[in-house]
């Protein structure tokens, strides 16, 4: 079974940098719509940013938006999340997604049938 795996988590101050890698176990989804949610404690999972597999455009939730940047190597099976200027309510678990087709219809989770196990960032104030 394919699997996702994400790293590059960790605890910054705020106004500090981080970049997420999400790494699938083969190309299974190189084609496919990626994208990066994250669940804060005692709410529910939200899409932070998704990025086709037909032509690698890209979507940010307005609360990252000029902040985080997704991005993609197919050749290497990696989607990345940059996250830039964090502030404390940034502070969730982030977990990566495989959609079923090339293109992203949005961030509901039922649209997305492969998750990583997820990746701990945490931003003091």
């Known amino acids: 079974q394919v699997q996702l795996v994400e790293s590059g988590g960790g605890s910054v101050q705020s106004g500090g940098s981080l970049r997420l890698s999400c790494t699938a176990s083969?190309?299974?989804?190189?084609?496919?719509?990626l994208g990066w949610f994250r669940q804060a404690p005692g709410k529910e999972r939200e899409g932070v940013a998704l990025i086709s597999g037909f032509d690698g455009s890209t979507a940010h939730a307005e609360s990252v938006k000029g902040r985080f940047t997704i991005s993609r190597d197919n050749a290497k099976n990696v989607v990345y999340l940059q996250m830039n200027g964090l502030k404390p309510e940034d502070t969730a678990i982030y977990y990566c997604?495989?959609?079923?087709?090339?293109?992203?219809?949005?961030?509901?989770?039922?649209?997305?049938?492969?998750w990583g196990q997820g990746t701990q960032v945490t931003v003091s104030s």
């Open positions: 997604a495989a959609g079923r087709y090339p293109y992203c219809s949005g961030y509901r989770l039922g649209l997305y049938d492969y």
């Open positions: 083969d190309n299974s989804f190189s084609r496919t719509c």
